[in-house]
Nanobody
Framework: QAQLVESGGGLVQAGGSLRLSCAAS????????VAWFRQAPGKEREFVAT????????YFADSVKGRFTISRDNAKNTVYLQMNSLKPEDTAVYYC????????????????WGQGTQVTVSS
């Protein structure tokens, strides 16, 4: 079955950096756009960033623009989220998702989801 597995989460001090990975298996990875979402306790899941199948187009939520970078290595079936200048407000469970609709920001446009990785930013 298709599977996405996130890794790289952890505890980091405000202003620090963290790199998340999303490894895919069981699907034709190059055919899919991939996005990152996050969900903090008591809040709805929100869009973070997305990248096209080729990696040529990216889009970020205003809250992370200029601080986060999304990239992909199709040879490794992996998408990365580089998070810099982290803030306590970035604390959440981060999920990666894959879908056929290019550059979608709504979660219902994505077919496959990982189980999430916890990111905690201390002040």
């Amino acid at each position: 079955q298709a599977q996405l597995v996130e890794s790289g989460g952890g505890l980091v001090q405000a202003g620090g950096s963290l790199r998340l990975s999303c490894a895919a298996s069981g699907l034709t990875f190059r055919s899919y756009s991939v996005a990152w979402f996050r969900q903090a306790p008591g809040k709805e899941r929100e869009f973070v960033a997305t990248i096209s199948w080729s990696g040529g187009r990216t889009y970020f939520a205003d809250s992370v623009k200029g601080r986060f970078t999304i990239s992909r290595d199709n040879a490794k079936n992996t998408v990365y989220l580089q998070m810099n200048s982290l803030k306590p407000e970035d604390t959440a469970v981060y999920y990666c998702a894959a879908g056929l609709e290019a550059m979608a920001t709504m979660q219902n446009r994505y077919i496959y989801w990982g189980q999430g990785t916890q990111v905690t930013v201390s002040s």
